[in-house]
């Protein structure tokens, strides 16, 4: 993709918006592979004609600054985001294609590289469904996830996959009789199977919970209901290096209103912790992510004008280490929907922000990698209660299910829709450079190039064996005795921070000074003078005789040595010694004949 690149590093966090002048929110963010972020928005499209939703792809770079957008949309149909796949140099957006609430159906947008559209289509099957997910299959295309019957019937969980062509190669739907069993979330496991989980009627009023096993052909290998006295609804799920899942979500208890819950199982089934978290009424996660052993959990909590978004950082033995609300708007209803790792340990987050005029917005929220924490958040006190939370096997019935592959017509419209608003950051710029050899010989230069990003302010360079030992420049020219290994040091600042880059250089040019082994001034005018090619300015130059004694010094030679001593005296025709010593201390010593 073409987008800025950047690291990031401790201490480095991040509050910005992306709106414009109706309402809108953020569905999805993630990390580009050179740094630099991808961020959805679903928002009211007033072209052509009002009461529709677009989609937008909005191109970060490394300091979440907005540098292009592409809106897309139908003059007929609401085009709503949920998630997208980076896949090599392409964007795919899985979204919902939609001309009422009750008729809606899978929708796939492929991106090239700057924006343009690829690939379209919607996969029709034959009832309104709702997509909720989509992984990349590891033999090329994707695995996608939907609710079918959404919003007209027993909702139902429906599977397919299509090739890299964007060809159905299977189509499933799963149900239980008279109830409904709606997905929200799957992972892929290593052995092609696929695991599910997400929330289902009971035979009462209220919802459980469910987690699905899948077999690499599609048939399910277990199915588990997560039930309580009223309801559990789940979210989102992650997967550990260690088999472990770790499923979030929230459950209702009548006296504190919902709970975060959070929840490890093995992937036979079997539930190996139960914790809700508390912190106030009505805590609800939405999101949950890994990395490098921590878990990010991502919601909202407190009543509907007063409700913060939160965020909860765990172990992988869900152990709080921090957790962190942040207020906007007034009044405020904040909502995370998604939470991605980020490259550097810390993790970025979109979802939905009711600004101060009462519209909403969608943004980013990037945290700090040491603690989760946030530049415009307050920290946010989270009890832990373990729980013991009911379960059953779930007789799960599969189905084929038929599905059409539809070319779609979508509308790029060029409009500056949205505006960003950075409400805090301390993102430090990131060291980067290169350098090109430059052989002067018998001196070696190095051509630096910097390609650091975030705004750097200062550049402060460091050559502890060059000419020059230090530079202020962006690209300095630095020069080295010749061959072999030496080191630079690169420190690029700006107001959040600063970021070092140690360069070690290693030069193989096979550089030697010419050096001649003889010369004749006797006035001829032919080879009369003491000649070295390529000799850097302010090198130095010594003669000895063959006892040893010096006939002629010059500190700074320019190649004008006649053959006399230092006195002007003529040396006798012979052999002579001579070493010369350039600037960066490099020496060359051999024999010289003088013939008169």
């Known amino acids: 993709m073409l987008f800025f690149c950047c690291k990031v590093e401790a201490q480095t966090s991040q509050f910005s918006l992306f709106g414009q002048s109706q309402t809108d ?7 580009l592979p050179n740094g630099g972020f991808a961020h959805t928005n679903s928002f009211a499209l007033n072209q052509p004609q009002n009461n529709r939703i677009g989609l937008s792809l909005l191109n970060l770079d490394c300091a979440g600054e907005l540098q292009w957008q592409k809106v897309f949309g139908f003059e007929d ?35 090239n590289a700057d924006g343009s559209v690829n690939t379209q289509y919607a996969f029709l099957a034959g009832t309104t469904e709702l997509p909720k997910d989509i992984i990349a299959w590891p033999s090329g295309g994707y695995l996608g996830l939907s609710a079918g019957n959404y919003n007209v019937g027993l909702e139902t969980c429906q599977l397919f996959l299509l090739n890299s062509a964007y060809n159905i190669a299977q189509s499933l739907s799963f149900s239980l009789p008279n109830r409904e069993f709606e997905p929200e979330s799957m992972i892929l496991l290593s052995d092609g199977g696929v695991l599910i989980c997400g929330n289902a009627s009971s035979t009462s009023t209220f919802r459980q919970g469910w987690v699905m096993r899948l077999s690499a052909g599609g048939v399910p290998v277990w199915a588990k209901s997560i039930e309580s006295n009223f309801d559990v609804e789940l979210s989102a799920m992650v997967l550990g290096t260690d088999g472990i899942v770790h499923v979030v979500g929230s459950m209702y208890q009548l006296d504190t ?5 959070l929840i490890k199982m093995d992937l036979d089934g079997n539930f190996l912790s139960e914790k809700t978290l508390h912190s106030t009424l009505n805590d609800r996660f939405r999101s949950i992510a890994i990395n490098n052993n921590v878990l990010m959990l991502g919601g909202d909590a407190g009543e509907f004008d007063n409700r913060p978004m939160v965020w909860v ?38 979802g939905e922000f009711t600004a101060p005029n009462a519209r909403r917005d969608g943004g980013m929220i990037r945290t700090d990698v040491s603690d989760g924490g946030n530049c415009s958040a307050l ?24 599905r059409t592959k539809v070319q779609t017509d979508v509308i790029s419209y060029e409009l500056p829709v949205f505006s960003a608003e950075t409400i805090c950051t301390t993102v430090p710029p990131v060291a980067k450079a290169n350098y ?28 502890p064996l060059g000419i020059p030992t230090t530079s202020n420049e962006q690209n300095p020219k630095v020069c080295f005795p010749g061959d072999g290994e030496y080191s630079a040091k ?56 063959r006892w040893g004694n010096h006939v002629y010094l010059n500190d700074s030679y320019l190649n004008n040595w006649d053959g006399k001593t230092s006195t002007g005296i003529d040396v006798n025709s012979g052999v002579y010694f001579y070493v010369i010593t350039t600037p960066l201390g490099k020496s060359f010593k051999g024999y010289l004949s003088i013939i008169r």
């Open 257 to 261: 209103g919902f709970d975060g819950l």
């Open 379 to 402: 920290t946010i006190d989270f009890v832990e209660i373990n729980v013991s939370l009911g379960h059953s096997n779930l007789n799960v019935v599969r189905t084929e299910l038929p």
């Open 490 to 545: 690169l420190i690029v600042k700006n107001e959040g921070g600063s970021d070092t880059l140690d360069i070690e250089l290693n030069f193989n040019t096979g550089c030697e000074l010419p050096v001649p082994n003889v010369f004749s001034p006797n006035g001829d005018g032919f080879n009369d003078l003491f000649v070295i090619p390529g000799l850097p300015a302010g090198s130095s130059l010594t003669i000895f005789n």
């Open 77 to 111: 149909v609401s085009f709503i985001s949920k998630k997208f796949i980076l896949k090599g140099d392409k964007v795919t957006l899985l979204s919902s294609y939609s001309t009422s609430l009750n008729n809606q159906q899978t929708h796939i947008l492929e991106l």
């Open 436 to 463: 090109a050899v430059i052989p002067e010989c018998p001196e070696v230069c190095a051509q630096f190039t910097d390609s650091s990003y975030c705004s750097v302010d200062e550049w402060i360079w460091s050559f």
């Open 25 to 31: 929110f953020g569905t999805w963010i993630a990390e």
């Open 313 to 350: 950082r765990t172990n992988l033995n869900h152990q709080i280490q921090n957790a962190w609300k942040l207020n906007y708007g007034e009044p405020f209803t904040n909502y995370i929907y998604s939470v991605s790792p980020m490259k550097s340990g810390a993790f970025v987050m979109t």
